[in-house]
């Protein structure tokens, strides 16, 4: 092989580190690239599991500090896989090091922190990406595309859901390697950043800009033990959000996400509604979409399942796999976005979303939180 | 009103004498016809049971042997509803004295009174219906419209389904009013003429002949309580039958039915394949069909989920109903049958399927049941 | 029969007006009441259509004037289906004449006109209902049953949408006997007063008072061709409206309607998530519940789609009707609620929703309205 | 790592060498096992493809003989991925030298190679597995758990089909590389043995052997461009298959193939009906499973849809993937044949399927085949 390699610094090893490891290992199995990943170091501040992961995964070399990781010259690309609440420093240093960035969603604990962010990142010129990776599940790529090709018409309504059930239970704890998320301090808010971000940032993609919201938040359990302190603690996360909102191409929003809806594991959903077609996707279904065209002959109109699984190359990612008609899963939507991210680099062209996208998304959660605390519509700003 | 009043004796009062009183007492509230039906005389052995029954549907008059109301001259449409097996002697009585018949399916016991009661009704020149009522969901009707109007090309399968699980306890008896339809002496088979004429009548409907046959059959519970001895008694109808069959056009089909199918209230179901297009039904959701054009572009091809329910008189019989989105039932198919029928009448047309038609279906029955006692395929004969 | 005649008469003739008349045309040949309902008169200003539509449903008599169809002694029930800015004369009329009433719904234009309605008929003390159908289609029945029954535990959510997409093109007019839906003098509101207000009744039936809401409203067409003017006259009505809000035991409402959604006829949704179980309905397909169970065995925990077609007299009304398997349709819906009203006048017991439980839902629509207008959260005042 | 070495041959590069390679290269980053798989050696005809083949999967070398290949010493296990028509002969080979084998299915082209190969491995007594890969679905493993658990008590039905649509075209040849499988003398038959033997292998895996089945079979497409040839020549292929059988359990069994099924790309369904549950599974959405418990509550009874994602380890397979919600895909399941095969291999313990169980498949094909052609029953040997 002639491909060039392209060195992997991962810093975490959770759930999104091993998502994220997996599609380096996949993705020229998959997608013919110039640049090939090369698993070189994993970065965790404990050195048996930093060295565990590392074997599982087959990362050269482990590094407990993070900034160590960064210093060295064999890395090309840092992957930041950290909870939220070190997000921005990793990024500012990696930024300063030159380094390629890939790094999870949400962006970072707020606004402040993501304008800094996206200012550094910008300066240092580095390539950069925001893993909001349901932006590549191929039925959602294709909605893209059907949008971009003028289909719907002017739209009238954009609404979106994200709802789980897991932290029903008073038992779950707060805090910690598995439950950082229900910790404010790490995570710094609950649905909202988790979720929401993910509903925002594919919302603005198909339907633009979200200028104004309205919101309402709910913290069911107000406290939990905390993982780390071994304590009852208050819960300063949002454990459900509710919002509505104005596009700037005047069609209506609505979303919607909690950890209290009993019997949705991952019921990410979403819906656009044009003057001539409409367009819906559900996570739990993710190889499949859901398309309204009101231009097929009256009689036979009904909304069509589409399977996205391959039609000679014209559905996205799907001529990589299999053949019609078998699914992929989960984990293919962060192959897909390795294999874009790797092209732009090659390319030499900007990646989307990249951390100025992702700001504009922070700037909504954060006028989300906003609203829910003061009843009032609050303007979003403008990245 | 000027209507043209049509007095009904109705013979029968169980599950279908009840249909097919409520489509008499309904059909001018919703469809225009010059024939106004009047409920006029309902017939049972037991004069309370049909005293009762004329009261709840108004029927002005009753008798107590359907010899007697056939001998009225104030009957114009004798409607048969009683069990299988006294289908002949009666509909032999009625068209001899010159009435409209509606009978209920299946037309007889076996393809010898069939034909006997066939040549019988085309002497006597009356009208006549064989009640498969499934014809008049507006999705089946617009089936067999879109496969009129040539959308599928070249058909290569058929297959069908009627699935049921209510025989499945061991306690359930034979004969008598309400299970008289497990007794081979009044039903003639199982589910071969009760659920499978069904499946039958609409195949060929839309799909032209069957010509041959091969199939299987099982009573799985050997011996039942009868109702009308108290003893039990061996089981003599098929509790199960599938069969595969060629149709004269050269597609194959697959038939199953049975009343083993735990979690099946009445899944009926068929499927036809054609080169260009494929379209599907489900009785549990009747008020939708299901869809394919392989002509839609490429990546956007998927099956449609067309509810049923009024598109500016475009649908089949839905504009006679509410408004876009609200949904008919089952009662609805009987309404649509006799509005039709009345239509003819009313035209001097032939209405379908008439006695011949059905004899048709019956000749595949007997075929069915025959091929399965001798495990050879068996050919059908032709009406 | 030894039945007691209440006799009818119909104010109205259009697609309410239809489907009331079914209802009185079919019930008793369903349900055994000590009331049978009796076409007396039908009532509409014009005389040729009063004439035709009484014929159709066989009323006995005509009127032109209200008020004389409410002198008449002969007139036990007064039924008003007319446009929502008559609802309030005819209704005090009616009372003060001592008749029973069938109101339409909304009960009003607005919160003043629907006090007023609610004091003078509990002075009145005459039985009274107003038609939320939909409490009676027998899955949303069953979901009140479950609920009451306190299988859902602590409620953490309640959404529901009712999406249609009739309004999308200009050309459709305002006001005039088809569309004054769409005529804010007529109609007093838009999707609030005729969809959203379906939503809230089953949603503060099933789920408690809502105590504050929090909206946005949309007219997307500003400018429709009036019916009766013949002139472009703006729009005042809301096209759209979507809210979210407090209920009273601490869950969160999620409220959506609109005229604009494509590919949507009648998409009525509502879904209810409690600790224990969750539960959701659809009205395109409104034989089914969906049901989730937590307290199902963990590895086969999932939602069971219900069909709702009996199963030996549990599920309501549906023992009335066939066999399991074949569905009901929404005529039905209407049939189940004059059922019910005919046994509480039989046993002298008030109906739901009466009068003063109307006036609970439009202090919700008009806490709706206001808070789209203000920006600002509203509290719901509480009848 | 102290994982042994277990080197991998794989002999054919076209969709299933893909597929088992990705399994070979991930399986241990998703599963602990003793055995580590390396990707040894490639082996093609063409030099050129096989070199490519190894490129892009990390084959560490390649071999254009098989032979070759076999007699090699650090080849420890044989990975068949050919057309049919190579599967006996590569087998005995590889049996001979005492390597492991992989052999994808069907085992051979027809009963008496499938005998010679069962005879030899057994002889040999080397580890094999043959590639039902369906049934290392989490769903349908989870299926086979349910019903050795006795949930479903008495079975009555077993339904199956698989059909696809990719070869209405009368333009797609048959022989070559691509389109080997409509070449009856590289496949040995059509549906029967590339899709009705999944059918079949879960079939008897899920609900005892086959005994005595009834087919048809139709070649709708009579004469395709020879790929190889370039002229046009007879189809020696079933294009179609359906056949109709008994269980040993005494349930009936109904199955049907197809690639003429306009709008299927791979509906690979089943169903099983019992005496007190049914479990049902469809490959288009394969990390679902529906069930029906009869045992569950009269009114509350409905089809469960059980989104297989993971519940603390209790579904199989699930707990080595993602988080609660998040789909698996078609790939995974020969990740997970490959994680058992390889747990297998080192306890020693022999795995299922293997070559005697799928010769067990082969003569259900054979028979089925046999019948088509004699229009008669025909009784399946007992492997």
Redesign the interface.
């Known amino acids: 092989?002639s491909k060039k390699p392209l060195n992997v610094g991962m810093i975490g090893y959770g759930?999104m580190g091993r998502?994220h490891?997996?599609a380096y290992?996949?993705v020229?199995?998959f997608f013919d690239r110039e640049y090939q990943p090369v698993l070189k170091a994993a970065c965790a501040r404990n050195k048996e599991k930093a060295e565990a992961f590392a074997?599982?995964?087959?990362y050269e070399s482990v590094e407990t500090d993070w900034r160590a990781l960064i210093d060295r010259d064999d890395i090309h690309l840092v992957d930041i896989c950290t909870p939220n609440n070190t997000h921005m420093e990793i990024a500012l240093a990696a930024a300063k090091a030159g380094k390629a960035i890939l790094c999870e969603k949400p962006l970072a604990l707020n606004v402040e922190q993501a304008e800094i962010m996206t200012k550094a990142i910008e300066e240092a010129g580095v390539p950069n990406l925001v893993s909001f990776n349901y932006r590549r599940v191929p039925a959602v790529t294709?909605a893209k595309q059907?949008i971009d090709e003028g289909r719907l018409g002017k739209v009238?309504?954009y609404?979106s859901q994200f709802?789980?059930?897991?932290t029903?239970s008073t038992d779950v704890p707060q805090g910690g390697a598995a439950t950082w998320r229900l910790d404010v301090n790490a995570a710094g808010s609950g649905v909202t950043g988790d979720l929401l971000a993910h509903c925002i940032d594919s919302a603005m993609w198909h339907n633009g800009v979200i200028t104004q919201v309205?919101?309402?938040t709910?913290t069911?359990v107000k406290e939990r033990m905390h993982a780390e302190s071994g304590k009852m603690e208050p819960v300063g996360i949002d454990d459900?959000c509710?919002?509505?909102c104005?596009f700037e191409n005047g069609s209506?929003g609505?979303f919607?996400s909690?950890r209290?809806?009993?019997?949705?594991?991952?019921?990410y959903t979403w819906e656009i509604?044009?003057?001539?077609?409409?367009i819906a996707w559900d996570?739990?279904?993710?190889?499949?979409?859901s398309?309204?065209?009101?231009g097929?002959e009256?009689?036979?109109?009904?909304?069509?399942?589409?399977?996205v699984?391959d039609?000679?190359g014209?559905?996205p990612y799907m001529d990589h796999?299999?053949?019609?008609?078998?699914?992929?899963?989960?984990?293919?939507s962060f192959v897909h976005q390795l294999a874009d991210f790797l092209d732009d680099m090659a390319k030499g062209v900007k990646s989307q979303p990249d951390f100025r996208n992702a700001l504009q998304t922070q700037y909504v959660c954060d006028a989300v939180i906003q609203s829910a605390k003061s009843?009032?519509?609050v303007d979003v700003k403008k990245a």
Chains 1, 2, 3, 4 share one sequence.
């Open positions: 092989m759930f998502a490891s997996n290992h996949v020229s199995q074997a599982q995964w087959g294709m059907l009238f309504h609404r709802l789980q059930d897991w029903i309205n919101a309402i709910e069911f459900a509710i919002f509505h104005r209506l609505n919607e909690t209290y809806a009993r019997g949705h594991k991952a019921l509604n044009g003057e001539n077609a409409s996570l739990h279904d993710l190889h499949r979409l398309y309204f065209d009101h097929d009256g009689k036979l109109r009904g909304w069509r399942s589409i399977h699984s039609h000679g014209e559905q796999w299999w053949v019609p008609g078998l699914a992929i899963g989960y984990a293919e009843g009032q519509w």
